[in-house]
T-cell receptor, first 107, second 116 residues
Framework: RKEVEQDPGPFNVPEGATVAFNCTYSNSASQSFFWYRQDCRKEPKLLMSVYSSGNEDGRFTAQLNRASQYISLLIRDSKLSDSATYLCVTGSYQLTFGKGTKLSVIP | SQTIHQWPATLVQPVGSPLSLECTVEGTSNPNLYWYRQAAGRGLQLLFYSVGIGQISSEVPQNLSASRPQDRQFILSSKKLLLSDSGFYLC???????????????FGPGTRLTVT
């Protein structure tokens, strides 16, 4: 069974903190890797793609380790608006979604 | 730019009633289309996907069906709803499959279905 495993959290962090999420995936044939963000009662939205070389988008850094089948997301200088559930996603034309890690950024 | 529409936004239906949810995509041709369900407190479950008109693949056997009558239209249906069909139904699209194809999926706003 193809699965993506994430710590459900919640992660409660103060504003300005750095927080890291990890996930592991079981399908070694996966070709694409993403982090999505889902706000309460809303649709998931693509946050960023993840590459083996690592990639950064502002305060967000994602990393892929194919050998360990491990994906990470680092959020620096957390904002209140970062509060959401973060979904780790792998696959190709069919994507497998993790159940998500809930982040609450506290004033 | 591409946009994806779903309707209705919310729906309350009695057990045994029929269902029809519609999804349309604008600004792209020959997209892959997907129906997902997200039950309360759970992850996304892929229900159906389609790579072209009339081509539907089912991931989970159940009382739901899907159709793709036009390139950018995807419909989810049921003849008789069950209580367990309650959930958040999401339609998504991605670029066409194939070498160099982009696999990220983009979601519509979803339909929140409550079966009573």
């Amino acid at each position: 069974r193809k699965e993506v495993e994430q710590d459900p959290g919640p992660f409660n962090v103060p504003e300005g903190a750095t927080v890291a999420f990890n996930c592991t995936y079981s399908n070694s044939a996966s070709q694409s890797f993403f982090w999505y963000r889902q706000d309460c009662r809303k649709e998931p939205k693509l946050l960023m793609s993840v590459y083996s070389s690592g990639n950064e988008d502002g305060r967000f850094t994602a990393q892929l380790n194919r050998a360990s089948q491990y994906i990470s997301l680092l959020i620096r200088d957390s904002k209140l608006s970062d509060s959401a559930t973060y979904l780790c996603v792998t696959g190709s034309y069919q994507l497998t979604f993790g159940k998500g890690t809930k982040l609450s950024v506290i004033p | 730019s591409q946009t994806i529409h779903q309707w209705p936004a919310t729906l309350v239906q009695p057990v045994g009633s029929p269902l029809s949810l519609e999804c349309t995509v604008e600004g792209t041709s020959n997209p892959n289309l997907y129906w997902y369900r997200q039950a309360a407190g759970r992850g996304l479950q892929l229900l159906f996907y389609s790579v072209g008109i009339g081509q539907i693949s089912s991931e989970v056997p159940q009382n739901l069906s899907a159709s793709r009558p036009q390139d950018r239209q995807f419909i989810l249906s049921s003849k008789k709803l069950l209580l367990s069909d309650s959930g958040f139904y999401l339609c998504a699209w991605s670029g066409p499959s194939g070498p160099g194809g982009s696999y990220e999926q983009y979601f519509g706003p979803g339909t929140r279905l409550t079966v009573t």
